[in-house]
């Protein structure tokens, strides 16, 4: 039973640059949720993407956009990167609709640590 | 206010020892709960749902108190490999199907 992967592991980028972060979900899973966890905090919300639209956002800025794959995989992109965008970027997967009882408890990947410079 | 607030700690205790968890929430339609795991520069990864009155899971125990908004964890006979940061995490019903809110978590440590 696959788990939740994310790609790459780690990623070096100067201000003003872009990245993109990428993320399968767990084998048989269907929608996926990003997040942000600097260090010492607790992960805080960014979007979630189910049959390939964002659903939910939580309080990050429009630089901070995503997408959502028919295989159900993710990516989530981030603009004009700023100092304050280091962080570890989690990628949780949940089931919600391709089953009688969906289960929305969130499986995390390993996350990307992303370093700005 | 914090919508989910813990422990600062760091909790140090002694293998063998019960440790207690704190955690309250300030959203009311809150309806499910979670108590994570995470260890250094590793994911969260799930250690309980939290539904209705609480549930035990071995040497683990969690507590919901809806009329206070308040979660607590308890670790019986903790062990070294225990040693972790535990997030308290209250799911959000802004969606059909919520985000989760996450505490700062409570580091613990257990000591031989």
């Known amino acids: 039973d696959a788990g939740v992967t994310q790609s790459p592991t780690h990623l070096i980028k100067t201000r003003g640059q872009q990245v993109t972060l990428r993320c399968s979900p767990k084998?048989?899973?269907?929608?996926v949720s990003w997040y942000q966890q600097a260090l010492g905090q607790g992960p805080q919300f960014i979007f979630q993407?189910?049959?390939?639209?964002?659903?939910q956002r939580g309080n990050f800025p429009d630089r901070f956009s995503g997408h959502q794959f028919p295989n159900y995989s993710s990516e989530l992109n981030v603009n004009a990167l700023l100092l304050g965008d280091s962080a570890l970027y989690l990628c949780?997967?949940?089931?919600?609709?391709?089953?009688?009882?969906?289960?929305?408890?969130?499986?995390f990947g390993p996350g990307t640590r992303l370093t700005v410079t | 206010r914090k919508e989910v607030e813990q422990d600062p700690g760091p909790f140090n205790v002694p293998e063998g020892a019960t440790v207690a968890f704190n955690c309250t929430y300030s959203?009311?339609?809150?309806?499910?709960f979670f108590w994570y795991r995470q260890d250094c520069r590793k994911e969260p990864k799930l250690l309980m749902s939290v539904y209705s009155s609480g549930n035990e899971d071995g040497r683990f125990t969690a507590q919901l108190n809806r009329a206070s908004q308040y979660i607590s964890l308890l670790i019986r006979d903790s062990k070294l490999s225990d040693s972790a940061t535990y997030l308290c995490v209250a799911r959000d019903y802004g969606g059909s199907q919520g985000n989760l809110i996450f505490g700062k978590g409570t580091k613990l440590s257990v000591k031989p």
């Open positions: 949780a997967s949940s089931l919600e609709r391709r089953s009688r009882q969906p289960s929305y408890e969130q499986y």
């Open positions: 084998s048989g899973h269907d929608t």
């Open positions: 959203n009311s339609a809150s309806q499910s």
């Open positions: 993407y189910y049959e390939e639209e964002e659903r």
